[in-house]
């Protein structure tokens, strides 16, 4: 027990441990008692323990994790280990629980859920995609059933009244994605019988870091419909004829594409001298940025993928195709321009909000996460939160070897090739963590070349993928993935039914090669931890070169290295330095690029829970009617006496409530053109944050009042048709398609998060 303690006793940085530790016997002892037990006698037991108000006292609190423990036992088979148990009190104090791949944080977040929910408060668990919620809520299914607290999930596919149903359980298994849009489109809702999502309560985050860092900027955008974009098939064809680098240059860290001043007259002489900057012209300019941004830093097969006469994105961090997804739409357009494609409607945005501000109206946040140490500051900084880091309940022995450096990529490749060579023939299972998906095509056809048969992981859907990557740990098995593909999966050694596992674990268990280090070390050590899950044997190493896009964008001035042997690797230790160095200046950017979109959201998010502030009022406490009979004494008492109070209730609702949407919609599209004028403005001589918030403070200025007046114009008009009001006749109207989408809030950056996201298209849902 002694050395067992020691090794769980908590890592600097984490929050102390010693509190859960402490009561270990004790739940060991209640778990003797409860053994004895029947189901139904559990069942009362859980019942009891919410019989009162959070938070557990610690007795409350060990019969609480006992009682999950036999739960667990009896109905998954599966008897939490100390670590779990550890890892769900952690979660039930509001942290984030740091527990490495395969050490169960699946079960340990349903421990915690069942802990919240006996206590009446409404549980939503949310998992990084649609795949995740659903496996997750019914893998723990039989365990919420003996316990008594009701789960439900929801996918893209779900339909109101299942979402509706999987809100109304006690534990909610969502995406975060669905669960944003959900939440979005509650908000056009004009009656309380149409609204969907419950009062937020607790949220527990699994792969914390991935949804509360890497994704937190990417704002959920709810858009109503329009017609088609234009096409610019005339400006994708100028641009297509500049000479990179003499008509434009793209900047080196390929964020930004610039014409020269050769390329400006080029295309003003093109379009028939006219002069791009000139006040009335800024359309034009727009224009051929925008196409010259399609053709020169978005990829075909990097970026996007055509299929099927669409445009689709590729999701550079999952390296998998988002379906459904798109840029803002003048970029899409000139995507499709560029590509001869026939352009996709156009929406105008209704509203959005940013993972960051979904996350924070819960007012319980936890979460797990195989990382959380390495962005404690963020979750601190962001979201009040701090992490609690579990050592493993079986130590880790996984041999993590040096970083082998060479000086180009080609050297780089021979060398990975023939490292996969050498450790294949021994049978031994190898795992390559590319960066993107063109990256693991072009190493696939290598390895195939050399003979080396493997399976690669590309832009499937994520059951697919979960498949996939289940089978990584197969005897003898290549399988070559981007970084996130596949995430969630467990890779048992001798394949996902362990058939072969002695003769994997003599191989040395899984190997990783990480074909270039990542943006941030984090992502390193997620991929590493693929490897050596629950005390297997297991082996990593990262292979990179001078060439790597880390470096010759962070450090583009680093020459001069010495070459040590013949096939170019530098063995330098100052050298390998610098690849730390650069990864530290990307964690930097990434950081920054965090706290800048944090900024810029934060003075809208204020302005948002204003309008939504008095559209809860509208449609819960009758606000509309009470300021209408107000400003429009004489119409509101003619119009009840004609129709009723509760038609003119009804009206005042519609009329009202269209004004304020309306009213958001336009300042959001003011915002929006700010922000991207800004942009365009460029960057460098002003504070870009404070130019944004010296207009959009007093663009909002007076926005209540002007929706009242204009609900008052609107009111003065209603007619009475067969005993009605006609408010649509008056101008009421509401969109009559809205889709949904994640926008990267950087609409002309490139980087690894410059994720569009386009996922449905459903108005009232079904
Ligand atoms: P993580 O999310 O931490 O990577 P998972 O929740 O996916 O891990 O669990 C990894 C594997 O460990 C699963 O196959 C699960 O069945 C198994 N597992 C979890 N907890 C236990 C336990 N207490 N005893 C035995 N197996 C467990
Ligand atoms: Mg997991």
Known sequence: MAEGVRRLLGKPGSVSLQPYIKLLKTIEEREEALRKLSDAELTEVATELGNAELPYDRDDLAELCALGREAARRTLGERPFDTQLIGMMALLDGHVAEMATGEGKTLTGALAAVGFALRGQRVHVLSVNDYLARRDAEWMRPLYTLLGVEVGWISQESTTEERRAAYAADITYASVSELGFDVL????????????????????????????????????????????????????????????????????????VHLTDTGINVVEK??????????????????????????????????YVVRDGKVRLINESRGRIALLQRWPDGLQAAVEAKEHLTPSETGEVLDSIT????????????????????????????????????????????????????????????????????????????????????????????????????????????????????????????????QMAGRGTDIRLGGSDMRDRDRVVKTGGLYVIGYGRYPSSRLDDQLRGRAGRQGDPGGSVFYVSVEDDLITTNLPEAKGYRVSSADGEITDPAWKEMVNHAQRIAEGQLLELHRNTWRYNQIIDVQRSVVLEQRRAVLHEDLGSRQLAVDCPETYQRLVEEVGEEEVARAARLVTLYHLDRGWADHNAFLADLREGIHLRFLGRRDPLDEFNRDAVPAFKGFLDEARARAAEMFEKLEVVDGRLDVAAAGVKRPSTTWTYMVQDQPFSTDLENIVGRVKNLMGRD
Do not use: W
């Open 270 to 303: 093109a379009l028939g001298g006219v002069d791009l900057f000139s006040a009335e012209d800024t359309t034009l300019l727009s224009r051929v940025n925008l196409a010259l941004h399609a053709h020169a830093l978005l990829h075909r097969d990097v970026h």
């Open 185 to 256: 489109r509650d908000r056009l809702a004009t009656d309380v019988s149409e609204l969907v999502v419950p009062e937020p309560n607790v949220a527990i985050i699994d792969e914390a870091d991935s949804v509360l860092v890497d994704e937190a900027r990417v704002p959920l955008v709810l858009a109503g419909a329009a017609e088609p974009a234009e096409s610019d098939a005339a400006m994708a064809e100028l641009v297509r004829r500049l000479r990179p680098g003499i008509d434009y240059k793209v900047d080196d860290d390929g964020r930004n």
């Open 355 to 482: 993972v960051q501000s979904l996350v924070l109206r819960y007012p319980i946040r936890c979460g797990m996460t195989g990382t959380a140490m390495a962005v404690a500051e963020q979750l601190r900084e962001f979201y009040e939160l701090e992490g609690a880091v579990i050592a493993p309940n079986k130590p880790n022995i996984r041999i993590d070897e040096e970083d082998r450096l060479y000086a180009t990529a080609e050297e780089k490749e021979e060398a990975v090739v023939e490292k996969v060579k050498e450790v294949h023939a021994t049978g031994r299972p190898i795992l390559i963590g590319t960066q993107d998906v063109a990256e693991s095509e072009r190493l696939a056809k290598r390895l195939r070349r050399a003979g080396l048969e493997c399976v690669v992981l590309n832009a499937k859907n994520d059951a697919e993928e979960a498949a996939v990557i289940a089978e990584a740990g197969t005897y003898g098995r290549i399988t070559v993935s981007t």
